[in-house]
């Protein structure tokens, strides 16, 4: 909880949603888990390892008609 600056708290039903900010990166924690995290001077930029490698995939495919998002989490 020491980490970053708090933007938002929420709690409900004994869960907790906590958006933080150090720098140019913000995240998103839901029950001390990290969920997303995204660089405030390049939104654009993937930072999760797994989705580095997923990126190098799909960027290689032709756009796809349709797309089913399951767990979008914070939106990263």
């Not at 600056?5 to 924690?29: A, F, M, N, T």
């Not at 999760?48 to 399951?70: D, M, N, R, S």
């Amino acid at each position: 909880h020491s980490i970053g600056q708090l933007i938002y708290w929420h709690k409900c039903s004994g869960d907790h949603i906590q958006v933080r900010e150090h720098e140019p990166l913000r995240w998103l924690l839901i029950n001390d888990t990290l969920q997303s995290v995204i660089d405030l001077n390049n939104p654009d930029l993937l930072l999760f390892p797994h989705l580095l490698c997923l990126g190098k995939h799909w960027q290689a495919l032709k756009p796809p008609q349709k797309v089913l998002e399951l767990g979008l989490g914070g939106g990263a």
